[in-house]
């Protein structure tokens, strides 16, 4: 399929869903065991589909921003990522990484939904992992932008639970993830003011993570030949955040 612009539509999420859902059920089928208790991918499919209807609803009825007073935004952004997460955890599990891929766009579009809606994003993990392989899949720097602004709506609708961030002693938590990848990505953009906005968030949400980040960054800068301007920035915050301070 052609490369997703961010965010992606609905209409292009149940078009992936679609492609992925046909491929995961019918290489279940072939090589369906004779009995299982565990809900199939075509229940699962089932329940997603019914889940995109409803959201594409309360866009064409509601309109595409703002609150929605029909429904719980986030409830809603809950169960469908949960849903996908299980029928995504299928595709792994029958080595099916195209679907997987298409099922993390439509994670986004997901996502994309909540934010419009002014919910809140609970089950982070499933983005988190989504915009780390869009990143990984992108490669001009303009098209970076677009993502990097993604992460940071994904960053401040997270639940305020998530930001508290009290899971400091695990270091895959997906808040902290978020943001150095964030960061990443903003500096693979080229673009010096994006990265200071960026930064300063990183220091502002993982004070403990940011001399290491600036550190490796530095060693990047030299590795990768960085444009001057980007070098500036990177330089900056190292001595900023790495250089013993006088007293």
Same mark, same amino acid.
């Given at each position: 399929?052609? $490369? /997703? $612009?961010?965010?992606?539509?609905?209409?292009?999420?149940?078009?992936? @869903?679609?492609?992925?859902?046909?491929?995961?059920?019918?290489?279940?089928?072939?090589?369906?065991?004779?009995?299982?208790?565990?809900?199939? *991918?075509?229940?699962?499919?089932?329940? !997603?589909? =019914? @889940? #995109?209807?409803?959201?594409?609803?309360?866009?064409?009825?509601?309109?595409?921003?703002? *609150?929605? +007073?029909?429904?719980?935004? $986030? =409830?809603?952004?809950?169960?469908?990522? /949960?849903?996908? /997460?299980?029928?995504?955890?299928? +595709?792994?599990?029958?080595?099916?990484?195209?679907?997987? %891929?298409?099922?993390?766009?439509?994670?986004?579009?997901?996502?994309?939904?909540?934010?419009?809606?002014?919910?809140?994003?609970?089950?982070?993990?499933?983005?988190?992992?989504?915009?780390?392989?869009?990143?990984?899949?992108?490669?001009?720097?303009? +098209?970076?932008? *677009?993502?990097?602004?993604?992460?940071?709506?994904?960053?401040?609708?997270?639940?305020?639970?998530?930001? =508290? %961030?009290?899971?400091?002693?695990?270091?895959?938590?997906?808040?902290?993830?978020?943001? #150095?990848?964030?960061?990443?990505?903003?500096?693979?953009?080229?673009?010096?003011?994006?990265?200071?906005?960026?930064?300063? %968030?990183?220091?502002?949400?993982?004070?403990?993570?940011?001399?290491? @980040?600036?550190?490796?960054?530095? =060693?990047?800068?030299?590795?990768?030949?960085?444009?001057?301007?980007?070098?500036? !920035?990177?330089?900056?915050? @190292? %001595?900023?955040?790495?250089?013993?301070?006088?007293?």
């Amino acid at each position: 399929m052609t $490369t /997703t $612009t961010l965010p992606p539509s609905l209409g292009e999420a149940a078009l992936r @869903f679609e492609h992925a859902a046909t491929d995961i059920i019918d290489t279940y089928e072939s090589r369906r065991p004779a009995n299982s208790n565990q809900v199939t *991918p075509g229940q699962l499919a089932e329940a !997603v589909n =019914q @889940f #995109l209807i409803i959201i594409s609803r309360v866009d064409r009825e509601e309109g595409a921003v703002g *609150p929605v +007073a029909k429904e719980d935004v $986030t =409830q809603l952004g809950d169960y469908g990522m /949960t849903l996908l /997460t299980d029928l995504s955890a299928w +595709a792994g599990q029958l080595n099916l990484p195209v679907p997987r %891929d298409d099922l993390e766009i439509v994670v986004l579009a997901a996502a994309d939904w909540v934010m419009r809606h002014e919910g809140q994003i609970r089950a982070l993990d499933p983005v988190v992992n989504a915009l780390a392989n869009f990143a990984n899949r992108m490669h001009d720097p303009t +098209a970076l932008e *677009p993502l990097t602004l993604f992460m940071g709506r994904v960053a401040q609708a997270s639940a305020k639970y998530i930001k =508290q %961030d009290l899971e400091k002693t695990n270091p895959g938590r997906p808040w902290r993830v978020l943001h #150095l990848n964030r960061g990443i990505v903003a500096t693979r953009t080229n673009n010096p003011a994006l990265m200071e906005k960026v930064f300063d %968030d990183l220091v502002r949400y993982l004070p403990e993570d940011a001399p290491a @980040f600036f550190a490796e960054g530095m =060693q990047q800068m030299e590795a990768l030949n960085y444009p001057q301007p980007v070098r500036q !920035v990177m330089g900056r915050y @190292f %001595d900023r955040w790495t250089r013993p301070r006088m007293h």
